[in-house]
């Protein structure tokens, strides 16, 4: 059973426009909700992250959006550009008194020049 | 430099002889993890440990062992290898707590023949 689910599974978008994201997730008792980015050869590499008691976090052109009422969050990526090009995960844990993350299948995105 | 090793990076191996996937960490951190990445499937966790000698399940942990003597090391055991161990393997370490940043390894490609 998928714990969070992840679309689209690819993405192409144009330099300097938006990149969106979407994550679900069922289980309410997930408390950290972490977003990695990861290029071809590479490990992936924490992103921005966001707990429940936000709705909103920014860093930089990164931005999480999260809708605890709908069990969802999301991943807005501003003026994108063709190095945002990569693999993006959603994951959720409880980090509270477990290690546990459980992943999204992952969304390839292409910026094009 | 901060970082998360793994050796070897490359492995191809025959169905049933036993290996091992050694992971190192230099960050002094308590919690590691290992995660399978299968195209289509994300990263799946296999197991984790929250410190020397105290190891627990993750989603995918069949055919996998693992051991935690030493707070920089856990090394990721498969017995007896099968094909559908075929993948890419990250092991990851990070600090307790919440917010605690992960950081992954450069990933062990593994095929079983």
């Known amino acids: 059973q998928q714990q969070v689910k992840q679309s689209p599974q690819s993405l192409i978008v144009q330099k300097g426009g938006i990149s969106i994201i979407n994550c679900a997730y069922e289980n309410t008792a997930f408390d950290y909700f972490p977003w990695y980015q990861q290029f071809p050869g590479k490990g992936p590499a924490l992103l921005i992250a966001?707990?429940?008691?936000?709705s909103e976090k920014k860093e930089g052109r990164f931005t999480i959006s999260f809708n605890k009422s709908a069990k969802q969050f999301s991943l807005h990526i501003m003026d994108s550009q063709p190095g945002d090009s990569a693999t993006y995960f959603c994951?959720?844990?409880?980090?509270?008194?477990?290690?546990?993350?459980?992943f999204g299948k992952g969304t390839k995105l292409t910026v094009n020049p | 430099e901060a970082q998360v090793t793994q050796n070897p990076r490359y492995l191809i191996t025959v169905t049933g002889k036993k290996l091992t996937v050694t992971c190192s960490q230099n960050?002094?951190?308590?919690?590691m993890s290992w995660y399978r990445q299968d195209p289509g499937l994300g990263l799946r966790q296999i197991y984790y440990s929250m410190n020397v000698e105290v190891t627990d399940k993750g989603d995918v942990p069949e055919g996998y062992k693992v051991s935690r003597k030493e707070k920089r090391n856990f090394p990721l055991i498969l017995e007896s290898p099968s094909p559908n161990q075929t993948s890419l393997y990250f092991c990851?370490?990070?600090?307790?707590?919440?917010?605690?940043?992960?950081?992954f390894g450069p990933g062990t490609r593994l095929t079983v023949t």
């Open positions: 994951a959720a844990s409880m980090q509270g008194g477990s290690e546990k993350l459980v």
């Open positions: 966001i707990r429940p008691d936000v």
């Open positions: 960050m002094n951190h308590e919690y």
């Open positions: 990851a370490s990070r600090d307790p707590g919440q917010g605690g940043k992960q950081y």
